[in-house]
């Protein structure tokens, strides 16, 4: 049997029609940009294995510090213990982040580091003694599959199973020019209930890649600030340098309460989720009461092989040739953006830093589940490249060593597609 027979056998994915879906890809290396199936078909990974790789797959430079960690601790309970790397990479990351940034609460992954964002919020009104329990959030907004993320998520496709059984949330839309006066007024109208303000600053990726911009944004930030309406800043799809900056939150001034990271905290190598705090929500905990502490762990928070490949990625961010390829990715798409986006079968381009997306033009069916998207998906599939469209919006967002000639394919066969699909 092939390994993809196999896999039908007993695996069940993710985001996936099983009945419907083509058969899993067998993929058996990565190296840079591209993964290679078990018949050596190479594939450019335009979209960075959802989002989460940023320097190239098995990394020669990750893949030794990893190795060097295996052999020292692989994973130690981290309630009473403590270890280098969790250490270390609180202390470095904590440096570069917004300087009222002081706490940092470790978990496994995105969805995580929003529960404990949206738990430390919570708790916190209530350790002192003003119980608020309403949340605001964008509509279209994704903060992650579990309950709670999945209760501050637009209500979609994906969450309708589920609906009724979600905690209420506010939703009001991005901000603009046009509506920002009236989002303010709003905000002012619920403060007196609301623990927190949640959002994914400039780019809403799920939702479709959907952008708005930074003046408002952070307009609306300085009115939470003075409402005092906490924020949680979703860095999870945005931080590592997405957006053309080392963080989203860079393009503002005003600087969040919490901070949520995940996806290229560890150059896409191992889970691991992150949430930061303000020394003041983190003091709101310290009590002789127990009932104020923030009960909640992993069995594998911090674990200390993601630390090690997070400390890894860091010292490869860090690096001034990570920031050049950002910018030249971002020239890029700029470049191809002026050249397509009056192409009759594009409906708009949208572009922040790295991240490049196109709406293709539909006749009818725009939905997540159009069959556009099947189209389009196994068309660059076929070619050699990952993208895969949110409903009729293709995007890309490679890892930062994709090379020129490697972008330059990726947008040939866009134009490609344009003609022929
Ligand atoms: C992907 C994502 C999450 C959830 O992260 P997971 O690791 O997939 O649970 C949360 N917020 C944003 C903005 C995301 O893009």
Known sequence: MSLTERDLKVIWHPYTQMKTAAPPIPIVRGEGTCLYDEDGKKYIDAVSSWWVNIHGHAHPYIAHKVAAQLQQLEHVIFAGFTHQGAVELAERLLAILPNNQQKAFYS?????????????????????????????????????????????????????????????????????????????????????????????????GSGGMLMYEAKYLNELMAHCRQENVLMIDDEVFTGFGRTGKRFACDHVTVQPDIM???????????????????????????????LKTLFHGHSFTANPIACASALASMDLFMEP????????????????????????????????????????????????????????????????????????????????????????????KIEQALTEI
């Open 260 to 290: 949520c990271f995940s996806k290229g905290l560890t150059g896409g190598t191992m889970a691991l989720g992150l949430t930061t705090c303000t020394q003041h929500i983190y003091d709101a905990f310290l009590s002789d009461d127990k």
């Open 108 to 204: 496994d992954n995105g969805s995580t580091a929003i529960e404990v964002a949206i738990k430390m919020c919570l708790q916190y009104w209530l350790n002192k003694g003003d119980q608020r329990t309403k949340i605001i959030a964008f509509n279209n907004a994704y903060h992650g599959d579990t309950f709670g993320a999945m209760a501050v998520s637009g209500r979609s496709a994906f969450t309708k199973a589920f609906d009724s059984l979600l905690f209420e949330v506010e939703f009001i839309d991005t901000p603009n020019e046009n509506n920002i006066q009236n989002l303010k007024s709003q905000i002012s109208d619920l403060k007196s209930q609301t623990a927190c303000f949640i959002f994914e600053p400039l780019v809403q």
């Open 321 to 412: 040739a990570t920031m050049a390829n950002i910018q030249r990715i971002e020239a890029k798409h700029e470049q191809f953006a002026a050249k397509i986006q009056h192409h009759p079968k594009i409906k708009a381009v949208r572009q922040t830093g790295t991240i490049l997306a196109m709406e293709w033009q539909t006749g009818d069916d725009t939905s997540y589940f159009s069959s556009l998207r099947d189209k389009l998906y196994q068309y660059f599939l076929a070619e050699g490249i990952i993208l895969r469209p949110l409903g009729n919006i293709i995007y890309i967002l490679p890892p930062y060593c994709i090379t020129n000639d490697e972008l330059a394919y990726v947008y040939s």
